[in-house]
């Protein structure tokens, strides 16, 4: 299993990448309770880092189901799910009229996902290890 | 004050008796029961049912309430002595049900079939009741004393030292609801003494402008929770003035006072302190220093007297705003006319009327500086310009076909100044219409016309005016014909009523932006995406007005049309504005509904306020409140349509209560209906129409069933009745009215266009309008006393209205029923023709047409009077609208009396919509059901 460790390690990448976008979305958002940000340009910059989180978690599971990780494939399913389903109704984006009234259930989710990527960050830092370790043993 | 005659005292129920055709009255508490009413000083017969209320009611009814009635709609019947009997003038009267326990045949109207050979001579006859009684009115004042005495003997705490509201329960099932008492006041705010710096009764703002859902407001979240009642506040902060409403006070020195910490402006609700040198503010209450200016007359460089300034005496007060208050100077009004010119807006006559009613309205569109602008751009498959050089009669049409990357054809001349430019105006829109007479072209290129009006403007500001008949088809923001049938009634319904194209969501944004406003006129005979077009007015603040299958050969048509945008153009507006809503601490606004951009979370921006429009906020109780009272004031920060910048300063204190029944006694049903009106809208587009409906009624019993939970004996127990409290008794009729309503209503007719227009108008039309677009008038015209029809001292007296249902129909009779957008003229089957003479014109009732119609006006006092009624409904309420006038025949086209009836909404609906008493009574089951468990 040589290439497990090298996958482990980008999964642990990723997830801190992934990670720090949700604390940027989050800090954004109570900046726009604060009225430091306005809604369009707050909705002008976390749209682009919609789709781009999306598909990087995409990516990232499509590798755990081409090596053949099932439990980290399994982990990671439920939430491609939800953001396909979200594509397809088209709400994926955020919408700067409609802000205020959903602000709650952005930071909701926000929260959700960012404690989502934590549990993923520790687990790949796991398998990561446990991947090392058996290669050098 | 509210009515106290179906009053009794507490634990006291009425119930109808079947045997006897009489109430019962049953004391809760020691299960006693009799015959007679309790006793209560003075008091009339109590919950008097349906047969007999009338009478009781209408005697009783309360001055002061009349007064404020029939200030709108010109109605005060002079006192009849003789009526004090009530029940024993004649038992044909307007309130007895003609269709059930009586014949038709009975001598009740002037114009049924035994009356006939009497002539016009029966015109004076009748059994007419005097609703408005002095004497009646001078009873009550002793039993309402004695009422209030009976509270506070039971304990209730006195509040802060102000006067209690004494909560008066009723009984809804069998109760009589007088259509009249809607159109009453709020109940009254009862601020503690020492509250207010001025003695005037405007330093409360009018509920016409501000009013809320509460007038005593919960101290904590808690018991706002337990009593289950929405709390928001209703604004309609740039409201029209008829002829005798006080106009709004202007402080013109420029001296604005505003609190350091909160920038509240100064109102008659704070305190002065430190021997009148600094003022407290009322809702943060840090100390602020009074400006020396309010002391001294600038005018006439003479001592002052603050006491007398404008801002600490009255409610509503518009500040001439000094230059920090603003970005830029004052920007002119500039209005740009996007019309459709495509072979569907020519043939169905919309341009015609539209370039006519621009011309004819030239002269009302404000312009007191000569710096207004004008713009007119023509579209169909591509881009047709007006450039008019100033002085000049003539014009050059340019066009321009290329959608995909919207350009102006010329820098200048597009844009004109009306005065210089008028003479090249005034011949451009005489011949427009005509230019395009023989078009071929289908298909609209609404979306660059708007992008091109846009950067025509986007560096001023201003109005763009649309007039199209078709969903748009070409370049950006084209839309598809996406109506589903199918889909009708269904849970994804709701689809259809949301934005179909972004761009309609992202160009509102951009405009808002720019301070560009969109109004949006609509006429398309098949589907045109109304609730995606709807959006642009939505987000900048504009109107959106819909006339489905417009066709202006006929003349109602084009006069509603003419009308309503001719009223428009002439309205005077408010540009640039931004509004903001401060409440003492504890409070905090949570939501926002209508129509504007939410720009932070208190900034509401609208690039135009147009007149009459209504926002409802929603408020929060984030901690508890500790204050006697506390103040809502509205900022609204605008530039006036004369080049001025302004504050209008709406400022209304509510005392605070701790007890729930203050709470419900000072409960204001006619907010409480807006505000649920534009939740449940809200609602129905975010998820489901279903969801909307399904809170609409759970909300209805989780207030009836604290209200029998806390206020009634009854408690958890079962009870055969449903109690509320007087001042919120139409609450659960306006709610099956809000429930039928075509924006709401569960069906798998309604075309979305039709729903998303009513769903507009829920959203933004205020309170006078609303009211009546939920529970629409109903009046009998062939029995109306003779008085009615006819100039009264404060103008057209209109009939008694009736309850909503088809009760109330007799065969031989005619009644008109509206609600503010659509009046319907129904007449009865055995119309006999005299009657058919008089008012038609026709010689038979079999020759009437179903339809649209206009009445002509005759020589005869009868046609004469029908005519003063249907024109006074038209006025009556402030507004632009010019509702159509629909003749209905009894037994004619079928969807047509389906419609009319309809709007009586306490009938059973079709698609098994419940009658009134069928939902009182599911509300009743539900009530006693839920308090079980
Ligand atoms: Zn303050």
């Known amino acids: 299993m040589l290439g497990s460790g090298w996958l482990f390690l980008f999964g642990v990448l990723a997830a801190a990448g992934l990670l720090f976008t949700m604390v940027f979305f989050i800090i954004m958002f109570s900046d726009l309770e604060c009225d430091y940000i306005n809604p369009i340009d707050l909705c002008n910059k976390l749209n682009t880092f919609v789709l781009p989180e999306m598909g990087f978690h995409a990516f990232l599971t499509l590798c755990f189901l081409l090596s053949g990780q099932w439990t980290a494939l399994f982990l990671n399913l439920p939430l491609v799910a939800f953001n396909v389903q979200k594509i397809m109704n088209k709400n994926h984006m955020y919408d700067a009229t409609e802000i205020f009234r959903t602000l709650g259930g952005h930071k909701k989710e926000c929260f959700i996902k960012l404690g989502f990527y934590l549990v993923s960050f520790f687990y790949y830092l796991y398998r990561m290890i446990v991947a090392l370790i058996s290669e050098s043993e | ?933």
């Not at chain 2, 579209?379 to 310009?385: E, G, N, R, S």
Request: charged share 15%; proline share 8%; with cysteine.
């Open chain 2, 1 to 933: 004050m509210e009515d106290p005659s179906q009053q009794l005292p507490p634990g006291w129920i009425a119930q109808w008796d079947e045997t006897h055709q009489r109430h019962l009255f049953i004391d809760q508490n020691t299960g006693q029961s009799q015959w007679e009413p309790p006793a209560l000083p003075g008091a009339g017969a109590p919950a008097p049912g349906p047969a007999a209320g009338g009478h009781t009611k209408r005697r009783q009814y309360a001055a002061g309430q009349t007064q404020a009635y029939y200030g709108e709609s010109g109605v005060v019947h002079p006192p009849a002595p003789g009526d004090m009997a009530g029940n024993a003038v004649g038992g044909s009267s307007f309130f007895t049900p003609a269709g059930g326990d009586q014949p038709p045949a009975q001598p009740s109207g002037f114009y049924n079939p035994t009356a006939m050979g009497q002539g016009p001579g029966v015109f004076s006859a009748g059994g007419f009741v005097a609703p408005a009684q002095p004497s009646a009115y001078q009873q009550q004042q002793p039993q309402v004393g004695a009422l209030t005495d009976q509270f506070s003997q039971m304990g209730l705490q006195p509040g802060y030292g102000q006067k209690q509201f004494a909560l008066h329960t009723v009984n809804l099932v069998g109760a009589f609801l007088d259509p009249r008492e809607l159109v009453g006041p709020p109940p009254e705010i009862r601020l503690p003494p020492g509250a207010c710096v001025s003695q005037e009764v405007t330093a409360n703002a009018d509920y016409t402008y501000q009013r809320c859902t509460m007038n005593a407001i919960p101290t904590t979240n808690s018991l706002l929770g337990k009593a289950k009642l929405p709390f928001g506040l209703i604004l309609t902060p740039h409201r029209s003035l008829k002829e005798g409403d006080a106009a709004v006070q202007v402080v013109t020195d420029q001296v604005i006072a505003r609190c350091r910490r909160c920038r509240t402006y100064i109102n008659p609700y704070v305190t002065f302190i430190d021997g009148g040198a600094r003022w407290k503010c009322c809702m943060c209450n840090v100390s602020n220093e009074v400006p020396q200016m309010f002391d001294w007359d600038q005018a006439t460089n003479t001592p002052g007297d603050r006491w007398k300034r404008a801002e600490l005496n009255h409610g509503v007060v518009d500040f001439v705003a000094p230059t920090e208050y603003m970005v830029r100077p004052p920007q002119a009004p500039v209005y740009v006319f996007l019309l459709d010119v495509s072979q569907h807006g020519v043939a169905s006559g919309m341009l015609a009327t539209a370039t006519r009613t621009i011309l004819e309205s030239l002269d009302r569109l404000p312009n007191t500086d000569n710096r207004t602008k004008v713009a007119i751009i023509g579209f169909d498959t591509a881009l047709h310009f007006f450039c008019v050089p100033s002085g000049s009669t003539e014009s050059t049409l340019l066009v321009v076909s290329d959608l995909d990357d919207v350009f102006l054809p010329k820098p200048t001349d597009l844009l004109i100044n009306l005065t210089e430019a008028r003479a090249g105006l005034e011949t451009l829109l005489g011949r427009l219409s005509d230019m395009f007479v023989d078009t071929h072209s289908v298909g609209s290129a609404l979306g660059p016309a708007l992008q091109a009006g846009f950067k025509l403007i986007s560096s001023l500001g201003g109005k763009l005016i649309v007039c199209t008949s078709t969903l748009p088809t070409l370049g950006t923001g084209a839309l598809k014909a996406r109506e589903d049938p199918k889909v009708f009634g269904t849970s994804k319904e709701s689809s259809l009523l949301q934005a179909a194209d972004a761009f309609y969501k992202t160009f509102a944004i951009e405009c808002s932006r720019s301070q560009v406003s969109v109004d949006m006129f609509l006429f398309s005979a098949q589907y045109q995406d109304v609730a995606t077009l709807s959006c642009l007015p939505h987000y900048t603040a504009g109107n959106t007005f819909f006339y489905p299958a417009f066709n202006a050969a006929r003349s109602e048509d084009a006069i509603k049309f003419a009308h309503e945008f001719g009223e428009i153009l002439a309205s005077p507006i408010c540009l640039e504005a931004v509004i903001r809503v401060r409440a003492s601490r504890g409070l905090r606004m949570s939501s926002f509904h209508g129509n504007f951009f939410v720009r932070s979370t208190d900034l509401l921006s609208l690039p135009a306020v147009p007149l009459d429009q209504s926002y409802a906020i929603e408020v929060q109780i984030e901690e508890n409140i500790t204050s006697p009272f506390v103040v809502f004031q509205t900022a609204v920060l605008h530039t006036t349509s004369d080049g001025e910048r302004r504050i209008r300063v709406v400022t209304s204190a509510y005392p605070t209560t701790s007890n729930i029944s203050e709470v419900y006694a000072s409960a204001d049903q006619v907010a409480i209906a807006t505000l649920l009106a534009n939740k449940a809208v809200e609602r129905s587009i975010s998820s489901k129409l279903e969801d909307a409906r399904d809170a609409l009624s759970n909300k209805m019993v989780d207030i009836l069933t604290t209200y029998k939970n806390t206020m009634t004996s009854s408690g958890g127990g079962a009870s055969a009745a449903l109690s509320i409290a007087d001042n919120m008794k139409f609450l659960p009729l306006l709610t099956l009215g809000l429930l039928k309503h075509v924006g709401i209503r569960q069906s798998t007719q309604i075309p979305s266009d039709l729903r998303a227009y009513a769903q507009a108008l829920l959203t933004t039309l205020p309170s006078q309008l609303l009211i009546p677009y939920l529970h629409p008038t109903f009046y009998g015209l062939h029995n109306m006393p003779p008085e009615c029809g006819t100039i009264g001292e404060q103008g057209v007296i209109m009939p008694p209205p009736l309850p909503l249902t088809s009760e109330r129909l007799e065969r031989h009779g005619l009644y008109l029923i509206e609600d503010g957008q659509t009046m319907f003229l129904w007449v009865g089957r055995d119309a006999v023709p005299q009657l058919i003479m008089d008012v038609f014109e026709l010689p038979a009732y079999e020759q009437l047409r179903t339809g649209k119609a206009t009445l002509p006006l005759l020589e005869n006092v009868f046609s004469q009077r029908v005519n003063a009624v249907i024109n006074k409904t038209r006025e009556m309420r402030r507004g632009p609208y010019w509702p159509h006038l629909y003749i209905v025949k009894e037994d004619g086209e079928a969807a047509m009396r389906l419609w009319a009836l309809s709007m009586l909404v306490q009938d059973r609906g079709a698609e098994n919509l419940p009658s009134y008493p069928q939902f009182l009574t599911s509300l009743k089951e539900r009530v006693n059901g839920s308090s079980y468990t």
